[in-house]
């Protein structure tokens, strides 16, 4: 059973790096075809894709927010981390990992619970 | 940047059957996702490839995608289908991207 688990600080002040883990069970990332995404979600707005992960440590970002991102991964501890610089309170949602594997094609499979962010002074 | 664009709002009695689109360029040629979220809970995928069910999801839920709409069929809707859905593709050039959501209202 694959489960994903979101961790961090639920609140962050401005301009500070904001730092996420995923842990994750029941897959491995260093298998060949999974990938790990993250995924935010404003209150009330429109999920938004941040930055993907893949098994052989290709890596993709938004291009709206490339320059503030970084993905990594530790396999051995079957996580994966994001940064975020320069947080902003636009920055303010609910942060998601999801899985994606080859079973449904490249669509994100698993989702994590989600973990609440507030960017606040 | 590519963009997907889907209705604000969909309604539908109960017991009939509710479209919700999702427009993109040349989005027929894209492989399109779909998934559910209720109040206060992640998404979970119910279509993926256009058209196809994941496990447990009813055969209530249905896709088609072609020229540039994509649309998400729930036949026999039930009041347990109350929830946002938003399409999701992925694209070479902008990486992935998610529509606008739509909120399905079962009456």
């Known amino acids: 059973q694959v489960t994903l688990k979101e961790s961090g600080p639920a609140l962050v002040k401005p301009t500070q790096t904001l730092t996420l883990t995923c842990t994750f069970s029941g897959f491995s990332l260093s298998t060949s075809g999974m990938r790990a995404s993250w995924i935010r979600q404003p209150p009330g707005k429109a999920l938004e894709w941040l930055a993907r992960?893949?098994?052989?440590?290709?890596?993709f970002y938004s291009t709206s927010l490339k320059t503030r991102l970084t993905i990594s991964k530790d396999t051995s501890k079957n996580q994966v981390v994001l940064t975020m610089t320069n947080m902003d309170p636009v920055d303010t949602a609910t942060y998601y990992c999801a899985q994606t594997s080859n079973i449904h094609g490249d669509a994100f499979d698993i989702w994590g619970q989600g973990t609440m962010v507030t960017v606040s002074s | 940047s590519y963009e997907l664009t889907q209705p604000l709002s969909v309604s539908v009695a109960l017991g009939q059957t509710a479209r919700i689109t999702c427009g993109g360029n040349?989005?027929?040629?894209?492989?399109v996702h779909w998934y559910q979220q209720k109040p206060g809970q992640a998404p979970v995928l119910v279509i993926y490839?256009?058209?196809n069910r994941p496990s447990g999801i009813p055969e209530r839920f249905s896709g088609s995608n072609s020229g540039n709409t994509a649309t998400l069929t729930i036949s026999r809707a039930q009041a347990g289908d109350e929830a946002d859905y938003y399409c999701q593709v992925w694209d070479s050039s902008t990486g992935e991207v998610f529509g606008g959501g739509t909120k399905l209202t079962v009456l």
């Open positions: 992960i893949d098994w052989d440590d290709d890596k």
């Open positions: 490839r256009d058209s």
């Open positions: 040349n989005i027929g040629s894209k492989n």
